[in-house]
């Protein structure tokens, strides 16, 4: 049995500044890409793991990950798309193993995924099957669904089972090459946006709905039933939260139980609706606390949401605030960067930081600091979840103090729910009052554990969860919760 391994994962923001660009993949090919993930907790890492053991000839076609933001530009899409082509085609496979985001556009087309199966299919015919990893943030389309043999999803949100997604596809394509499974997949979608702040998985309703997918699993009712609450910032036309089930062999079973959940989802509609904090409320309540540190996160400016993390909404009450104690936060500012650069470790600047890629939405702050560190800007992602063991690259980075606060400035965008991203730079979240996250809910996986409070503040911004302030003009409406008088959808 021979099957293909690939990744290309990719969430878009379709209302962000800042476009995608080849490079941002850092893709590698062949055994590049079964060499970055080998041992790694990630999806890839799951399919190599299950394959290994089942004695499968692995064959590495590619290794993509991108940090989100908007379209992935024409001309690097199909640089892209060119070289999964001709990894994939390299050698003859019984089948492949895919594992993407679900949420990728580029310009001119609005479901990435749907294209690279596309594509696939051609290579490897209609009948070897494709299994599918997505991120819970997909949005599933109906040429997703026609294209692959079986969808599988992150079951967690914060992400901490990239791997276990990654062994669960594997088992199914390696199931159904003996012959033991025959997958038959539904898919039922809902005009419903969930916000991402409050549909974390560890608990609350979206934990009692995955326990309910969970008990379905077990008791052999459906293979697999994955849970997509979307992207919210996608203005795009088939957009939506959706759910997948897979069973042995049962269409009309699948379909039964991907609408009960569907319909189980839309019934608890507004009690994902989030509740945000006011950043001014958010540090009196800081100070006020004995301890720390007090997280807050800055959903607006999330880098894993499409964000460019140049927001100064936090930043500029921040270096004002009568801190006895440090305070820490990531910023992504090429400029100051370079400045900080020039003027050398142990040096005091004053400059204008911030406010770099979203102009609308943030001006830039103006501060006096001293450079502490500079730094490659390379470190490891080492908390258990969200691409652990994986290299970030966020280009030549600062830590720039500005009175108490420890303001990381970074060419690149990174994301921010690993700790490990202040303590590469000498900054440990543990000692500070205050830590700023640039992520919706991510975070929790890492920082709930150390933190005292966790506040999610309302800033301005592409990834905010106020998302009737942002501009839509593609997406079918009416949908919740844009339209708080969606009629209740007719399921298939
Ligand atoms: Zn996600």
New binding site residues.
């Given amino acids: 049995m021979r099957i293909a391994i690939a990744s290309i994962l990719q969430?878009s923001n379709t209302f962000s500044p800042v476009y995608t660009r080849y490079d941002d993949f850092s893709p590698v090919f062949g055994r590049e890409a079964f060499d970055r993930h080998q041992g790694k907790l990630t999806e890839m890492g799951g399919f190599i793991e299950v394959l290994k053991k089942q004695g499968v000839e692995i064959i590495p076609v590619c290794a993509a990950w991108a940090i989100t933001a908007n379209r992935l530009l024409k001309p690097d899409f199909q640089k892209l798309v060119d070289c999964f082509v001709q990894f994939l085609s390299a050698a003859p496979v019984d089948g492949l193993l895919l594992a993407m985001?679900g949420?990728q556009t580029a310009a001119g087309e609005d479901d990435v995924e749907g294209h690279v199966l596309s594509i696939a299919r051609k290579v490897l015919g209609p009948d070897k099957p494709i299994v599918l990893t997505l991120?819970?943030?997909?949005n599933i389309t109906r040429k997703m669904v026609a294209l692959s043999t079986a969808i599988v999803g992150?079951k967690t949100?914060p992400?901490v089972d990239m791997f276990e997604t990654g062994e669960k596809a594997a088992g199914i394509i390696v199931r159904t090459l003996k012959g033991e499974l025959q997958p038959k997949m539904a898919f039922a979608k809902l005009p419903l946006i969930i916000a991402?702040e409050n549909s974390q998985t560890h608990r609350g309703q979206m934990h009692k709905l995955r326990q309910m997918g969970d008990e379905l699993e077990h008791t052999g009712k459906v293979e697999s039933i994955s849970l997509f609450p979307t992207?919210p910032w996608m203005d795009i036309d088939e957009m939506g939260t959706s759910v997948v089930a897979v069973t042995n062999g049962n269409a009309k079973a699948a379909r039964k139980q991907a609408n009960a959940m569907a319909k189980r989802l839309w019934n608890a509609r507004k009690i994902f609706d989030p509740k945000l904090t006011s950043v001014e409320d958010a540090i009196d309540e800081a100070l006020k606390t004995e301890g720390g540190p007090i997280v807050l996160a800055e959903s607006s400016d999330s880098t894993?949401s499409g964000s460019p993390g140049d927001s100064t909404g936090v930043l500029k009450h921040l270096v004002k605030a009568p801190l006895a104690e440090p305070a820490a936060i990531f910023l992504v500012d090429p400029a100051a960067v370079s400045i900080a650069f020039e003027s050398g470790v142990g040096s005091t600047v004053t400059m204008r930081i911030g406010g770099a890629f979203d102009k609308k939405n943030s001006k830039p702050v103006k501060v006096t600091g001293y450079v502490k560190m500079l730094s490659d800007g390379r470190w490891t992602a080492r908390a258990r979840g969200y691409n652990t063991g994986i290299v970030t690259s966020m280009g030549r980075s600062v830590v720039l103090e500005v009175g108490n606060v420890y303001v990381l400035i970074a060419e690149r965008s990174a994301m921010t729910v690993d700790p490990e991203l202040f303590r590469s730079h000498g900054i440990d979240p543990a000692w500070c009052k205050i830590v700023v996250v640039k992520s919706p809910n991510?975070f929790r996986a890492a920082y709930e554990p150390i933190a005292k409070k966790c506040f999610v503040v309302d800033t301005p911004g592409v990834s905010t969860a106020n998302l009737k302030n942002l501009k839509w003009k593609r997406i079918a409406r009416p949908i919740y919760p844009l339209d708080l008088d969606t009629p209740d959808p007719v399921l298939q």
Avoid: K, S, V
């Fill in positions: 969430e985001h949420a991120d819970l943030h997909a992150y949100y992400h991402a992207q894993g991510g």
